[in-house]
């Protein structure tokens, strides 16, 4: 089970941090992505980071500024999100996968419940 927080109401050019605890399996035996979907539209891959050695892909729409990290001894991962634009509104989703790297929404096994990101113009 994983459990997503931190989503919230901000301005443009804001930041937020989002956390996924993992609750009952560990974080690090799992490649881990976020995901997010607004509304009208499919979930897409915001981030993901493979097991050891954490390789991390973007999608272009966020590369340089938002930052997926993974801290195993807190059994959890993180978005790291700055300079928000109002079409980064959506919900975000934490995913886990047992792949070792994994890209694709059908290759993930856990989601998280999903946090709300809303930003204002």
């Known amino acids: 089970q994983l459990q997503a927080s931190g989503g919230g109401l901000v301005q443009t050019g804001g930041s937020l941090k989002l956390s996924c605890a993992g609750v009952?399996?560990?974080?690090?035996?799992?490649?881990i992505a976020w995901f997010r979907q607004a509304p009208g539209n499919e979930r897409e891959p915001v981030a993901c980071i493979s097991r050891a050695p954490n390789r991390i892909t973007y999608a272009d729409s966020v590369k340089g500024r938002f930052t997926i990290s993974r801290d195993n001894a807190k059994n959890a991962a993180y978005l790291e999100m700055i300079s928000l634009k109002p079409e980064d509104t959506a919900v975000y989703y934490c995913?886990?996968?047992?792949?070792?790297?994994?890209?694709?929404?059908?290759?993930?096994?856990?989601w998280g419940q999903g946090t709300q990101v809303t930003v204002s113009s």
């Open positions: 995913a886990a996968s047992t792949s070792y790297r994994a890209t694709a929404t059908d290759e993930y096994d856990y």
């Open positions: 009952g399996f560990r974080l690090s035996d799992n490649a």
